[in-house]
Each structure stands twice: as C-alpha cells, then as structure tokens.
C-alpha cells in the first residue's frame, strides 16, 4: 500500500514494476492514469494548476485507499497524485490495484479513481484564453462515485 503526493512527474512503467517486484501472489494489476487535456469543453487549456493542503490530502488519499482493502482482496494499492503547474500530456494521477485475480484488481482500481476524483482535496486552475478559471465538481464525477456508496 503505498501513496505519495508530488511536484514531480512519474515514471508509470516504473512504478508498476515496483509495485509487483518480488511478488508471486499477484495475478492482476489493473491502472488508470490521468493525463491532462487540451480542451476543456470548447476552451483550450494552456496549463493547469492543482493545489492541495499538505497533510489532510495524504490523509485522505490513504483513507480512499484502506476503504479499496476493506473491500476487496488486493495484495497491493498505488496512488500517485499530482499537484503544482501541468502541462497538456502531462500525467496527473496514478491509481494501481493488484489482487490474485483481475475482477478484484479491476473493481478496486476503479473505485480508486471515482473516488480520487470526488473526495481528495485537489483544487484545479486551468489557464485558458480568457484567464485563469477555476474548476468546480463535475455532477459526472459525483454520479460515478455515488455508485460505490450503495455497495458499502
């Protein structure tokens, strides 16, 4: 179980290979990475900004992750999260499940990122042509991760 907040950018290869080195018992590993777009809606985007508060966004990554465990059998969890000044093409976000099997690895990886995009405390500002805007919750976003609330 890992997470990490970070300027940096990552290396998903890498991290995969980390995740999974000298482990037998892992049968899947499922992962999502979230990349920076161009376009938002009909405005292109220069640039984004994540902010988050130190402390309380690793808190509540790791509990977004323990709620994963609880729920299905993984052998392994990885969320890498971003913040700081992003291009377009850039990678956001790296969320990893691995369990012995790939329904589990798939459904936890899955619920990782609807929940990351709901509930982690990460406030977005994108640079477009008109200025700098930020950018508010998505109703979208809410539906994905409302779905998990009834398998609680």
Not at 3 to 12: G, S
Not at 18 to 27: E, K, P, S
Not at 111 to 132: S, V
Request: hydrophobic residues 45%; negative net charge.
């Amino acid at each position: 179980m890992s997470i990490r907040v970070q300027r940096e950018t990552f290396d998903v290869g890498a991290e995969l290979a980390a995740l999974t080195a000298g482990r037998t018992d892992i049968g899947a590993v499922t992962s999502f990475v979230g990349l920076v777009r161009d376009m938002a809606g009909d405005a292109a985007i220069g640039a984004m900004t994540l902010e988050h508060y130190p402390g309380m966004t690793e808190k509540q990554l790791a509990e977004i992750e323990a709620e994963a465990n609880r729920r299905w059998p993984l052998q392994a969890t990885l969320i890498v999260h971003r913040y700081g000044l992003m291009e377009p093409g850039e990678p956001i976000v790296l969320c990893a499940a691995a369990s012995a099997h790939r329904e589990a690895a798939f459904a936890a990886c899955h619920f990782l990122i609807d929940w990351l995009k709901t509930r982690a405390p990460f406030w977005k500002l994108e640079d477009t042509a008109a200025g700098p805007q930020w950018v508010g919750a998505k109703a979208s976003d809410d539906d994905a991760a409302r779905r998990w609330e009834q398998d609680r």
